[in-house]
């Protein structure tokens, strides 16, 4: 059982920025490298759609609406990956989830919101 753990959520103003961080405590590091890791989002009514996501070798893949304004990173050494947000706007809002994929499978974190609003 893969166990992810996210934080970094909240409200902020447009504009602003976060930053939301998924780590895996329970994971040797050597397991860690295995997973490609994701960041997904949600609102009510629609898809979970990919955000953002980062292979081991640091090859990284953007939804178009969030490409030049979001950044994927992972630290092998602390378990973690981050999304860093910026320049966020209220069709940005949803509850985040960080995803660890390995062959074609997704595991997934608990899901973290966020707001954009004024």
């Known amino acids: 059982q893969v166990h992810l753990v996210e934080s970094g959520g909240g409200l902020v103003q447009p504009g602003g920025s976060l930053r939301l961080t998924c780590t895996a405590p329970?994971?040797?590091?050597?397991?860690?490298?295995?997973?490609?890791k994701a960041w997904y989002r949600q609102v009510p009514g629609k898809q979970r759609e990919l955000v953002a996501q980062i292979t081991d070798g640091r090859t990284t893949t953007y939804a178009a609406s969030v490409k030049g304004r979001f950044a994927i990173s992972r630290d092998n050494s602390r378990k973690t990956v981050t999304l860093q947000m910026n320049n966020l706007q209220p069709d940005d809002t949803a509850v985040y989830y960080c995803?660890?994929?390995?062959?074609?499978?997704?595991?997934w974190g608990q899901g973290t919101q966020v707001t954009v609003s004024s």
């Open positions: 995803s660890f994929i390995l062959n074609e499978e997704n595991y």
């Open positions: 329970r994971m040797i590091t050597s397991v860690f490298t295995m997973y490609t």
